[in-house]
């Protein structure tokens, strides 16, 4: 179907590839915000056909990454309990907490099942009324309104014994933080094409501006990221700053406005600690209190969360772009997607994991 | 985590709670949430995130975005 394959077709690949070393002239750094496509510029090798005076620097956006620590400390204290049924994406299974992981937690018998969507956790809640099932809603804004679904389902069936964990966060503050930094070196964005799938790219325009900063709303497949890369490169080039759509078969500028009120109607703006990155303002969406039903924070008032994270470990500085993960000393060696020390081993989106699974060096 | 996969809707469920759809992935096929998508009929494609579909895939953007690019190809012979 040309809907797919022809976005993966190899003669427009090495086409764009061709326009993008006719039309460079300088060395630009690019970020894409996303994990995911991340693994897909590896994935399909295309850093190793860019022209070098490209730098694609990886962005923060792999939700299994930034996740507080206190946070999966907190969901390793709720799934040790007994009447307690966790569900959670399979990613955040090996993500290391300050002493232990969630899978290491289901080795010694606790319930924690992964599920693809969170919708398949109020099917268990609904098929163990004796069990408290809380899902790790954890995600950018794309999975958000998936994650909401599940509770909306889940009020809609009336069920007493179902409630989230939320670590939302959201990507225009992180773009935000980002580049407000004094040690930024980001000069051209490629937005992350599901979450504008999602919120649509109306935010991003006073973004450019601010930071003066062309950004491009880019997809996944090998023609969508080099086209991406191509309108960046090109906007940088003329010295235009502009927001851009590369990825107009899924995205609109006002984005999708029914996932929308789905979010407005059960979540608020909240900061959030980013892992590996720390405090940023109003960057995150928790529960409204009149779900709390709803929130396992409330629900079992975890305390006294003592963190301890990896001295060695440098996955903040490789979530912010200032480091490659080749520049740990311990990649690759004492950590390995097998045994990672931080999240961004770990994940499917996370840079490390990246690099180790496509051996860049 | 935001991986998006493209497929076609082949079936709309009627069932309490939220509106659902089977989806064919390549063979594949999933009960799917579209809630979201209120004017989603049968032989529509979608992207779907963790079982919940985002947005209808405009054949006709791909088309016109597709046509560009392979024009640029012309171009440049």
């Given at each position: 179907?040309?809907?797919?394959t022809g976005?993966?077709?190899?003669?427009?690949?090495?086409?764009?590839?061709?326009?993008?070393?006719?039309?460079?002239?300088?060395?630009?750094?690019?970020?894409e915000?996303?994990?995911?496509?991340?693994?897909?510029?590896?994935?399909?090798?295309?850093?190793?056909?860019?022209?070098?005076?490209?730098e694609?620097?990886?962005?923060?956006?792999?939700?299994?990454?930034?996740?507080?620590?206190?946070?999966?400390?907190?969901?390793?204290?709720?799934a040790?309990r007994?009447?307690v049924?966790?569900?959670?994406?399979?990613?955040?299974?090996?993500v290391?907490?300050?002493?232990?992981?969630?899978?290491?937690?289901?080795?010694?018998?606790?319930?924690?099942?992964?599920?693809?969507?969170?919708?398949?956790?109020?099917?268990?809640?609904?098929?163990?009324?004796?069990?408290?099932?809380?899902?790790?809603?954890?995600?950018?804004?794309?999975?958000?309104?998936?994650?909401?679904?599940?509770?909306?389902?889940?009020?809609?069936?009336?069920?007493?014994?179902?409630s989230?964990?939320?670590s939302?966060?959201?990507?225009p503050?992180?773009?935000h933080?980002?580049?407000?930094?004094p040690?930024?070196?980001v000069q051209?964005?490629?937005?992350?094409?599901?979450?504008?799938?999602?919120?649509?790219?109306?935010?991003?325009?006073?973004?450019a501006?601010?930071?003066?900063?062309?950004?491009?709303?880019?997809?996944?497949?090998?023609?969508?990221?080099?086209?991406?890369?191509?309108?960046?490169?090109k906007?940088l080039?003329?010295n235009q700053?502009?927001?851009?759509?590369?990825?107009?078969?899924?995205?609109?500028?006002?984005?999708?406005?029914k996932?929308q009120?789905?979010i407005?109607?059960?979540f608020?703006?909240?900061?959030?600690?980013?892992?590996?990155?720390?405090?940023?303002?109003?960057?995150?969406?928790?529960?409204?209190?009149?779900?709390?039903?709803?929130?396992?924070?409330?629900?079992?008032?975890?305390e006294?969360?003592?963190?301890?994270?990896?001295?060695?470990?440098?996955?903040?500085?490789?979530?912010?772009?200032?480091?490659?993960?080749?520049?740990?000393?311990a990649?690759?060696?004492?950590?390995?997607?097998?045994?990672?020390?931080?999240?961004?081993?770990?994940s499917?989106?996370?840079?490390?994991?990246?690099?180790?699974r496509?051996?860049?060096? | 985590?935001?991986l998006g996969?493209?497929?076609k809707?082949?079936?709309l469920l009627?069932?309490?709670?939220?509106?659902?759809?089977?989806?064919?992935?390549g063979?594949?096929?999933?009960?799917?949430?579209?809630?979201?998508?209120?004017?989603?009929?049968?032989?529509d494609?979608?992207?779907?995130?963790?079982g919940?579909?985002?947005?209808?895939l405009?054949?006709?953007?791909?088309?016109?975005?597709?046509?560009?690019?392979?024009?640029?190809?012309?171009?440049?012979e």
């Open positions: 179907m040309d809907l797919i976005f993966r077709d190899p003669t427009l690949v090495r086409n764009l590839i061709q326009q993008i070393k006719n039309t460079i002239t300088h060395h630009w750094t690019i970020m915000i996303c994990g995911g496509q991340t693994h897909a510029i590896m994935h399909y090798g295309l850093d190793q056909l860019l022209p070098t005076e490209i694609l620097v990886h962005g923060p956006g792999c939700p299994v990454c930034v996740t507080s620590l206190e946070l999966v400390d907190k969901a390793l204290a709720i040790a007994p009447d049924i966790f569900t959670s994406y399979g990613d955040m299974l090996r290391p907490g300050s002493q232990s992981d969630l899978f290491s937690l289901k080795a010694k018998g606790a319930h924690i099942q992964v599920v693809y969507s969170p919708l398949d956790a109020v099917q268990i809640a609904q098929n163990n009324p004796d069990k408290q099932v809380v899902f790790f809603a954890i995600g950018f804004e794309t999975t958000a309104p998936s994650n909401l679904a599940a509770l909306a389902q889940a009020q809609a069936f009336g069920l007493q014994n179902f989230l964990l939320v939302h966060v959201c990507v503050p992180a773009m933080a980002i580049l407000g930094s040690t930024n070196r051209g964005f490629l937005a992350a094409g599901h979450v504008c799938a999602v919120m649509g790219y109306w935010e991003y325009p006073p973004i501006e601010k930071y003066h900063v062309p950004i491009t709303v880019t997809g996944f497949e090998p023609v969508d990221l080099l086209n991406g890369i191509l309108l960046t490169v906007a080039e003329n700053i502009i927001v851009q759509n590369a990825y107009s078969r899924i995205v609109t500028e006002q984005g999708n406005q996932a009120q789905l407005q109607k059960y608020e703006v909240c900061d959030r600690n980013w892992r590996g990155i720390g405090l940023i303002p109003q960057s995150g969406w928790r529960l409204r209190s009149e779900y709390a039903l709803y929130d396992a924070e409330k629900r079992f008032s975890v006294n969360i003592q963190t301890h994270e990896s001295e060695i470990c440098i996955s903040g500085l490789i979530l912010q772009g200032l480091k490659k993960p080749v520049e740990c000393p990649f690759g060696t004492l950590c390995t997607p097998q045994n990672p020390l931080g999240a961004t081993m770990v499917s989106e996370g840079t490390c994991s990246a690099y180790y496509y051996a860049r060096k | 985590m935001c996969v493209p497929g809707i082949v079936e009627d069932q309490p709670g939220l509106k659902m759809a089977l989806v064919d992935f063979g594949v096929t999933r009960q799917v949430c579209v809630e979201s998508l209120p004017d989603v009929k049968v032989g494609y979608t992207i779907v995130h963790a919940y579909a985002l947005n209808i405009s054949e006709e953007e791909a088309q016109e975005t597709l046509a560009i690019l392979r024009e640029l190809d012309d171009i440049k």
